[in-house]
């Protein structure tokens, strides 16, 4: 019985396979490789960790949503930052009568509108700057995005605390050309080596 | 379907009709307590006041011995927190009206019988909602959803099913031969006489309608009149009996009076419960839907609360409008207590139920539902904060866009050279050496791109004049800023942020 | 060291609806800023090329001829010509655009260009949106090609530059740099972005990305240029303007040349025209200063070589008098004796006061102005053989350009503001006719606007700047330009409005400003009715009596005109008129030259009325400061009537040139519109008070001036229109009958409708017969 064979087997687990899951397509080749599904993970979240909003974190989705907003499907930003300015939307290919734009006063109510976004099973992807947040909320959240097979995507300035417990967590790192992608978890495999984007 | 406008139609009796009839047995008691269902031991007086009687009580009052007719004082002394409540004639009729209304999704041939019973011709709705069990069901059930206490009859005349509904028998007559059969057992009482009537038939023994058609009729007729006999005639079929149709009102309102004070958001429901039943009975029968309802909810002595309850599409799904009032009473402060609660829904819309699709991809899933996730949203959030993003054709960045409704289109031309996210305002910058320095970063700008000379706007008073520029920060944030063409007071020009290369 | 640069790319206000500036401002700023050289290339058009180069002499600058183009089936580009060949080529290419589509558009595509253009140079613009396909036909089309690199702070200026660099590098042309130039100075950004908006019948608020997003389209400093352009582009655009020699002065004296007989010369043949009218005006000989008077004309028509002006219009004279339709030559022409003599005007010079130099002066370097009245009813006629003689390649109506007055501009500056249909409608009606070309605060008031709110100051902005922009161009009612060679390649011929109609792209005063042939072909109702009447009299009387003989200053007829009893007779028939004639009591020929002329707004206005009657009626002693006054003002009693009188006031008591004095003669007629007679008016004042006259009499001559304004008459045409009220007079005084009827079958004309006519016959002791039918 050689190695090869054995490692063929159906019992046993290799710790470099991905389960067969289908992801979107992130549109940069060398991300889709590392990325179990070849791409972004459907009902679950992902979570993007940067040093502060604007290096490159929104043109790193934005082939992904565009894709699915020419789809005719939606897409949700929960409390963003600044504006998401239409006229380079819509200059990436993006769809702008799918966009929805959800800005709740109160804290709360952003976690609450992020969970209803996931679940209703409306939204292709949410994209959430969530500020807070506790284990029990990411829980929920996770089960939203299940239920409604969504896309979420919670994005994170470093220094905020408490990791949510999430299918995929990206840490990003500026560079003069791009950005950096370091894979810090990924469901059903280990942390990878880092990607370099050039944007 | 209700919409014979013209009062006075009238609809002769033929074969082949089946008349239901709902009579409301403690209607002046429902009408007062049906916003509130705790046990209370409740009682509906009338008369004057110095000797105020009992009319109704209500099924815990009569538990502790409570009856119609008996004096109020003596009530009181066998129940010490009786609750006592005054009847209220003119809320007895809106609601006879309001259920003759709901009813109208059965039938389209609705009469009201003064002062509290409707009547539903139902013989031809019977194939339509699943023979007369199931419709007789569906019916009582809905009903008593409303929160009113009904007995049903059925007959193939008007006057017979009433009679049965009033003499509470549950058996159908279909037809004049059982309809005949089952008036035999009908109480006198039940007939609703004249008392001089009354007192006649009794003073001679009889007890039942049977015992009347036993009599002869001229003699009947000697004693009782001719008004009797006929009224006899018509109840057993040998006679035509037209009654006016119902003509429900162009739109809908109705009001819950709350027998005690609330200000619980789960009792308050509870009552808002039935006024959102009763809206999507009436819009069933017209085919129709509402953008929107008005609740109001009323205090002592002070301006009604007022919640307006708005949707993205017109509906009439009771649960979804529920849902909305749910989600929007919670965020709904109530400055006092509520005594009533009533909604008022002026906007009717044709709407047409749409067919469920074969294929329930994501795609479609998508497509139907996103206006319910829009409503929950704007319900809890405000309809400010839930919107959609268009292009706008103005050379001036911060107006080539703004926000709109979710889902509106617009082809506009888009920019390669713009940021991913703009600023609310544009920020000013400190400069040093006429080079601008971004707050809270250390180490410098570099420009990139530039300048791109924005001048436009002077038609409304919003003049722009800027050279824009890209530029990226040491620490890798890409940033789009501009400078201002003309010199400020200080004689300097000052510098901006207005996106972010995201 | 500031490099040297030509701005090949710019579109002036005769590019209608996208052009902010007015050729002359584009010339006198690009003179401001040094350019080597200026191209004025509006949009398949030269129509506002001759004032451009009219202000360009003025300025010293150098000016080159162009035009763009948008291809239906290619790219836009610019032609600039070399030389008059290349001028004719490129005239030819627009006439050819604009034949091909209704008024106001043009259409070209790549077949009409496959010959390419010869003699002219080719800027290719936008070269880094255009495809390969049209690159390519357009490198092999011309023969030399520039790409236009147009570096405006757009969004991609640095791509841009670095592609188009690619491609010139691929397809081996030069790059030179060039500024899309829409306007003068910046601050027309705002009326620009209004004329876009009216070009696409929007309000600027919604015009959105048809806008352009700064405004920076304007002729910019070179300091500024070097900054943005290397200097190679910059060099490019003066090697480009080196090789375009071409100047509009090389029109002039491009004249018919058939009306001259083979063997003769020009002058020869004028002169040998000109003696025998003088037999015939004059069978016992001309008097001594009339035959002075010929021989200085005929020298100065040779030296200044002006032949072909007379030659040409003695022929259409002459077509006329062969088909007995009436017409008499007016305004300045009147003060020529040559004109006399050929027969072309009936003022005698033997008994006028002739201004020669009023109608061709050395100096004023400009051609004769000839206008000829003819026959309304008859005047399409003598079109008609103007065009069958010449041919209608030759001969072709100038154009007139039609101008935004107050009432227009304020509804397009309204409308671009968005202002209600209501609101725009009070705005425009809301100037009285007095209140000379601003905008006054009150009147927006009494109109219910409050004049400083944001939006009024802006709509103000506008209307002010809009004022006297063309808007479009339209067919001249009567005056020929007549070529040379084929017309097409002097100037660009366009559709007029009504079909089978052209219009060349100039007006009347381009054509003269250039030196081209006009001639005023006009139609005159009197006339007609005149001949009518001598038909009827001739008829009825068995007679042969010709306009000429006439017989003159009868006093039957003056005593007619003296009371007033007027209507019908030419020019003196109005209210006002016969308000005036029982006090002027014109008792001569000259008398009723007066009465013409001083019956106007400009004499009135001027008050130069009121002093003349008094002095006529002896109530006012006549004075004249010096003899020199008074040889020019004795025949008018001392006040100054005619224009010619101004102009030669101006000569002798303030030392004005003929040159200068001319000058004034121009600002007179525009100020009101334009504005302009204050630095006349120093020099004016000046001149007089170091002869030696008073302030006061300084002042009074120049505010009668600025009454004249526009309306005050030439001497000349005042005669030769008293000629004709002289004889309708006569007319009206010896054969009433005919008269009337000649009037009435002339309809419609004058100043009376025909029931008053009638009237005033049957007053007059005429039977009127009741209508006749004949079936």
């Not at chain 3, 003349?612 to 004795?634: A, D």
Request: hydrophobic residues 45%; charged residues 20%; neutral net charge.
């Amino acid at each position: 019985m050689s190695l090869d064979s054995l490692l063929e087997r159906a019992d046993i687990w290799r710790g470099d396979r991905f389960p067969a899951t289908v992801g979107i397509p992130t549109g940069f080749a060398a991300l889709d490789e590392k990325l179990p599904g070849s791409g972004w993970p459907i009902g679950a979240l992902t979570e993007i960790l940067l040093p502060s909003f604007g290096i490159g974190e929104l043109q790193l989705i934005m082939p992904a949503l565009a894709r699915l907003s020419r789809k005719k499907r939606w897409i949700a930003w929960i409390a963003p930052p600044y504006i998401p300015y239409a006229p380079a939307l819509a200059a990436c290919g993006v769809d702008l009568s799918r966009m929805l734009i959800v800005r709740p006063r109160a804290t709360t109510d952003g976690f609450w509108a992020i969970e209803q976004a996931l679940r209703s099973g409306t939204c292709a992807a949410v994209l959430a700057w969530p500020a807070g947040g506790d284990r029990q909320m990411w829980r929920r959240l996770q089960l939203a995005a299940e239920a409604g097979q969504s896309w979420g995507v919670l994005f994170r300035r470093e220094q905020d605390m408490e990791p949510a417990p999430v299918a995929l967590r990206l840490q990003l790192e500026p560079l003069p050309g791009g950005i950096e992608v370091h894979i810090l978890k990924r469901l059903g495999g280990w942390a990878a080596g880092p990607v370099v984007l050039n944007l | 379907m209700g919409d014979c406008r013209a009062a006075g139609i009238q609809l002769l009796a033929g074969t082949n009709m089946l008349w239901l009839c709902l009579y409301f047995r403690s209607l002046s008691l429902d009408v007062l307590a049906r916003g509130d269902c705790s046990p209370v031991p409740r009682v509906v007086v009338f008369g004057p006041e110095t000797r105020l009687q009992v009319l109704v009580p209500n099924a815990a009052a009569l538990v502790r011995g409570i009856h119609a007719e008996m004096r109020l004082s003596a009530a009181q002394t066998l129940v010490d927190d009786l609750h006592v409540l005054t009847r209220d004639a003119a809320a007895e009729q809106a609601a006879v009206s309001s259920i003759a209304a709901w009813c109208g999704q059965f039938t389209s041939t609705v009469s009201l019988l003064s002062p509290d019973a409707v009547l539903l011709e139902i013989g031809a709705s019977l194939r339509l909602f699943g023979g007369l069990p199931r419709l007789r069901q569906t019916i009582d059930a809905g009903i008593t959803a409303l929160g009113y206490h009904v007995q049903t009859g059925i007959a193939p005349t008007p006057l017979g099913a009433w009679w049965l509904a009033r003499a509470n028998i549950a058996e159908p007559a279909t037809d004049n031969e059982q309809l005949r059969a089952a008036l035999a057992r009908v109480p006198l009482r039940c007939m609703a006489l004249e008392s001089d009537v009354m007192a006649v038939l009794q003073g001679v023994g009889l007890r039942t309608v049977g015992d009347c058609r036993r009599l002869p009729r001229d003699a009947l007729a000697r004693r009782c009149g001719v008004t009797f006999i006929n009224m006899l005639d018509r109840a057993l079929g040998d006679a035509p009996d037209p009654r006016p149709l119902f003509v429900p009102p162009p739109y809908f309102t109705s009001r819950l009076p709350l027998p005690a004070a609330v200000d619980d958001c789960a009792m308050l429901l509870f009552a808002i419960h039935r006024l959102v039943l009763e809206l999507a009975g009436f819009l069933q029968a017209r085919e129709a839907g509402v953008p929107g309802f008005v609740l109001q909810l009323c205090h002592q002595g002070r301006a009604p609360t007022t919640v307006a309850i708005g949707l993205v599409s017109a509906s009439r799904d009771a649960a979804h409008l529920l849902r909305l009032v749910r989600t929007q009473m919670e965020r709904t402060p109530l400055p006092d207590t509520v005594h009533e609660v009533a909604l008022v829904a002026r906007d009717i819309r044709p709407l047409v139920a749409t067919a469920t699709t074969l294929f329930d991809t994501a795609e479609t899933r998508g497509g139907d539902h996103w206006t319910a996730l829009v409503e929950q949203l704007r319900a809890r959030l405000g309809d400010d904060a839930v919107t959609g993003l268009q292009l706008v054709a103005d050379h001036r960045p911060e107006r080539a866009w703004h926000y709109c409704a979710p889902g509106e289109d617009r082809p506009g031309v888009s920019n390669a050279a713009r940021p991913l996210w703009l600023l609310v305002e544009p920020l000013l910058l400190r400069q040093r050496d006429h080079r601008p320095l971004l707050p809270g970063h250390h180490g410098a700008l570099t420009l990139r791109r530039g300048p791109e000379r924005i001048e436009s706007g002077w038609w409304d008073g919003g003049d722009v004049m800027r050279d824009y520029f890209a530029a990226r920060h040491d620490d890798g944030i890409r940033v789009w800023l501009f400078r201002e063409r003309c010199p400020d007071a200080t004689g300097q020009r000052r510098w901006f942020l207005h996106g972010i290369f995201g | 060291m500031l490099p040297e640069y030509a701005e090949l790319h710019c579109v002036s206000n005769f590019t209608f609806q996208r052009g902010a500036s007015h050729p002359e401002e584009l010339v006198v700023r690009a003179a401001e800023l040094g350019c080597a050289a200026l191209a004025i290339t509006d949009e398949c058009s030269l129509a506002g090329v001759v004032r451009a180069h009219v202000a360009a002499k003025q300025a010293g600058l150098k000016l080159i001829i162009g035009s763009e183009f948008q291809l239906i089936d290619g790219p836009r580009f610019v032609l600039l010509a070399t030389n008059r060949h290349g001028y004719g080529n490129l005239s030819a290419v627009i006439t050819r655009a604009r034949r091909a589509a209704r008024k106001g558009g043009y259409s070209l595509c790549r077949a009409d260009l496959a010959d390419g253009v010869p003699d002219c140079l080719a800027l290719l613009l936008d070269p880094d949106t255009v495809s390969e396909e049209h690159l390519a036909w357009f490198s092999a089309t011309f023969v030399r090609v520039w790409l236009a690199l147009e570096l405006l702070h757009g969004p991609d200026d640095d791509v841009k530059r670095v592609h188009i660099e690619q491609l010139a590098a691929r397809y081996r042309l030069p790059v030179a740099a060039a500024g899309d130039v829409h306007m003068h100075v910046r601050q027309r950004r705002a009326l620009q972005d209004a004329l876009t908006a009216i070009g696409l019948g929007t309000t600027v608020a919604a015009a959105g990305a048809a806008l352009h997003a700064s405004g920076e389209r304007h002729l910019r400093a070179r300091e500024k240029l070097a900054r943005i352009y290397a200097p190679a582009p910059l060099a490019e655009t003066v090697r480009i303007a080196t090789q375009c020699t071409f100047s509009l002065d090389e029109l002039r004296y491009e004249y018919p040349e058939e009306l001259v007989p083979p063997g003769e010369t020009p002058a020869g043949y004028l002169r040998r025209l000109t003696e025998a009218g003088m037999r015939d005006r004059w069978p016992d000989g001309a008097p001594e200063k009339v035959q002075r008077l010929i021989e200085h004309e005929l020298v100065l028509i040779s030296e200044l070589r002006y032949e072909a002006y007379f030659l040409t219009v003695h022929d259409i004279v002459r077509f006329a008098h062969s088909q007995d339709i009436l017409c008499q030559g007016r305004g300045s022409a009147a003060n020529s004796a040559v004109c006399y003599c050929l027969g072309i005007t009936s003022v005698d010079p033997a008994r006028m006061e002739m201004l020669f130099e009023r109608f061709i002066s050395k100096e004023r370097g400009e051609p004769p102005d000839i206008d000829v009245d003819f026959e309304h009813e008859r005047r399409e006629e003598v079109i008609q053989y103007i065009y069958q003689k010449y041919g209608r390649d030759r001969a072709a109506l100038a154009a007139t350009v039609i101008t935004y007055r107050y009432r227009s501009a304020a509804r397009d500056a309204g409308k671009a503001l968005g202002m209600s249909v209501a609101q725009v409608d009070r705005l425009a009606k809301s100037r009285a006719w007095w209140d000379g070309q601003r905008v006054l605060p009150e009147r927006l008031r009494e109109a219910g606007f409050d004049p400083d709110s944001a939006v009024m100051q802006r709509w103000r902005m506008l209307v002010d700047v809009l004022t006297g922009f063309p808007r479009h161009l339209s067919q001249h009612v009567g005056g020929f330009v007549i070529a040379r060679d084929a017309l097409h390649r002097l100037v660009p011929v366009e559709n007029a409005a009504m079909p089978e109609r052209t219009v060349i792209q100039w007006d009347k005063d381009d054509l003269e400003a250039l030196g081209l042939l006009k001639v005023d072909v006009l139609g005159l109702g009197m006339l007609t009715a005149i001949r009518r009447a001598l038909a009827l009299i001739n008829e009825f009387r068995g007679q042969s009596l010709r306009l000429a003989a006439v017989p003159a200053e009868d006093a039957a007829t003056y005593a007619m005109i003296q009371h007033g009893d007027t209507v019908g007779v030419f020019q003196i028939e109005s209210r006002a008129q016969m308000a005036m004639l029982p006090r002027l009591r014109p008792a001569t020929f000259y008398d009723l030259v007066i009465e013409v002329a001083i019956v106007r707004p400009g004499p009135i206005q001027g008050d130069m009325v009121h002093p003349y009657l008094q002095r006529r009626q002896g109530l006012e002693p006549v004075t004249y400061p010096s003899e020199q006054v008074r040889g020019v003002l004795e025949r008018t009693l001392g006040v100054p009537i005619f224009q010619e009188q101004v102009i030669k006031l101006a000569m002798v008591a303030a030392g004005f040139s003929a040159g200068e004095a001319d000058a004034l003669r121009r600002a007179m007629a525009a100020w009101k519109r334009k504005g302009g007679l204050e630095p006349f008016e120093q020099r004016l004042i000046t001149g007089m008070r170091e002869r030696g006259y008073d302030e006061q009499f300084a002042r009074r001559v120049f505010d009668q001036i600025k009454g004249f304004g526009e309306y005050g008459f030439p001497e000349s045409h005042a005669v030769s229109f008293a000629l004709l009220a002289y004889v309708s007079a006569w007319f009206k005084c010896h054969e009433p009958a005919a008269f009337t009827c000649a009037l009435l079958n002339s309809q419609p004309m004058g100043f009376y409708a025909p029931a008053q006519l009638v009237q005033d016959a049957r007053r007059h002791g005429v039977e009127v017969r009741a209508v006749n039918v004949c079936v």
